[in-house]
């Protein structure tokens, strides 16, 4: 049996233009956008809801060579994000985050905090966190577009956009966001959502794999895609914003071929809905 599912009309997107600059203006814009992004955060870090508790808020920033495989280890409590740019270097924006009863005492943890990045394995180790003190270390990594990548972490959301190449993410308490990437990608978390902006006309690459326990999970494709798609929950609704055409029985999981085909696109979750939406 054969099943069209439709939804709501697409809308239009409005026309976009693209301009040629020198690499020495790209670089230096994407610095100053690296800058204010970290800026911002301390800003919020330093404003931020503490539970009366001081905090101290911390940037650093490190280049290091290229390596084969790119490797975060998010620690107890930090989140990663990968961002794609035309470079040859990758620069590490690391955002060092502590507490404690007092400012001296907080500030006193933070410079006990080493970063450690040798190899491209990208970690951080600290003193013990106990009589109401703590610490965390969050990362925004800036690499080549064509780059391996790996990430973990146990209480914080991984990211990553414009990138191509192997990757595989785990987390236990964070979500999963993937923006115009390729390549042979595997991501999993236990507890939060997961979305897939997908671009271009088809996956570039062997496929994805991004899945979820507890959470949602939502699609993003762009009008004309070419791909095998494979989606659905166990426990959750689905809401499909386009028309797909399903092959055998409609259920909580659909498997169907978007345009002329092409590499596996799965994003699954146990509990939580489903969303596909026309980017």
């Known amino acids: 049996m054969i099943t069209t599912l439709t939804g709501y ?8 233009f693209a301009f040629a600059f020198p690499l020495l203006l790209l670089t230096t814009t994407a610095n100053a956008q690296t800058d204010n992004r970290a800026e911002r955060w301390r800003d919020n870090c330093e404003r931020g809801w503490n539970e009366g508790r001081a905090r101290f808020c911390e940037v650093r920033t490190y280049t290091i060579s290229p390596a084969t495989k790119i490797s975060v280890d998010g620690g107890d409590n930090g989140g990663v994000a990968f961002i794609g740019e035309n470079r040859r270097d990758v620069r590490i924006v ?44 969050s990362y925004d990594v800036y690499v080549p577009t064509e780059s391996g990548l790996e990430a973990n972490t146990e209480n914080g959301g991984i990211s ?41 006309t088809s996956w570039q690459g062997r496929g994805l794999d991004l ?13 004309g895609y070419n791909a095998q798609l494979e989606t659905g929950t166990t426990n959750g609704g689905m809401h499909v914003d386009f ?37």
Do not use: C
């Open 160 to 200: 990553a956009e414009d990138v191509r190449g192997d990757m595989n993410f785990e987390a236990t308490n964070g979500g999963i966001h993937l923006s115009d990437i390729g390549g042979n990608v595997r991501a999993r978390t236990t507890n939060g959502g997961v979305v897939a902006n997908l671009s271009g």
């Open 243 to 279: 028309p797909i055409t399903v092959r055998g029985s409609l259920n909580r999981h659909i498997s169907t071929q978007l345009g002329s085909g092409g590499p596996l696109v799965r994003v699954i979750t146990t509990n939580g809905g489903v969303r596909i939406a026309e980017r």
């Open 211 to 223: 899945q979820t326990t507890n959470g949602g999970a939502t699609v993003y494709v762009p009008r």
């Open 94 to 137: 690391a955002r060092v985050q502590a507490s404690a009863d007092d400012d001296a005492a907080a500030r006193e943890i933070a410079k006990q905090i080493r970063i450690f990045t040798d190899g491209g394995q990208i970690r951080s180790e600290g003193p013990s966190q106990r009589n109401h003190t703590s610490w965390s270390v």
């Open 9 to 16: 009309p697409p809308m239009r997107r409005p026309a976009s």
